[in-house]
Each structure stands twice: as C-alpha cells, then as structure tokens.
C-alpha cells in the first residue's frame, strides 16, 4: 500500500508478503509505482524484507524517522525489539505531516 506522488516520490505504507512471495511483491510495488508516475519509492524498512530490498538494489540510510515503545508488560517491548510485532506507517504519526 503506498501513496502515490506523481512525478515524484511514493511513499509506501505498509508491505504484506510470506517469504515466498515477497520477491514479486516488491516487484509488482516497484512496476506500478513506475507506471503511475513516480519517480522512486520509500519507506519504513521492515527487517524481514531486508535481504529482498538489498536484492533489487535498494538503498538504505538512517534518517528521519524514528519510534518511542513504551508498555508495562516488557514482553511486548520484547516482541518489537526481537523482529516479531508488526508495525505500519499506519501506527504512527505519519498522516499528519510533522
């Protein structure tokens, strides 16, 4: 799910995919952002994508922004450290242009 800027930048929202999949997921995401009209893509790096993302040569850095976990059960702070929560754009702050 992204939204689209044509012209220039998509900003992607959310990625959904098992691990089989993900290859022709990126693909299709990166085929019809192209088609609409962007320029590029990004967004919040999901480390379960990581190896696919660095497969179609995607590039990386550590800018801009960032998330504060806070919970009274540590096990679930765990769970976001560990890899294992699931998380969107769509959890946070993003819609409103900070």
């Given at each position: 799910?992204?939204?689209?800027?044509r012209?220039?930048?998509?900003?992607?929202?959310?990625?959904?995919?098992?691990?089989?999949?993900?290859?022709?997921?990126?693909?299709?995401?990166?085929?019809?952002?192209?088609?609409?009209?962007?320029?590029?893509?990004?967004?919040?790096?999901?480390?379960?994508?990581?190896?696919?993302l660095?497969?179609?040569?995607?590039?990386?850095?550590?800018?801009?922004?960032?998330?504060?976990?806070?919970?009274?059960?540590?096990?679930?702070?765990?769970?976001?450290?560990?890899?294992?929560?699931?998380f969107?754009?769509?959890?946070?702050?993003w819609?409103?242009?900070?």
């Open positions: 799910l992204y939204h689209l800027n012209g220039g930048i998509a900003d992607v929202l959310q990625i959904a995919a098992t691990p089989s999949s993900v290859h022709d997921v990126l693909d299709h995401l990166f085929y019809q952002a192209w088609r609409q009209g962007a320029i590029a893509v990004t967004g919040r790096l999901e480390p379960r994508f990581l190896q696919a660095s497969d179609k040569y995607c590039l990386f850095h550590r800018r801009g922004p960032w998330m504060l976990v806070s919970a009274k059960q540590p096990r679930l702070v765990q769970s976001f450290l560990n890899g294992d929560a699931f969107s754009r769509f959890d946070g702050e819609c409103l242009g900070y």
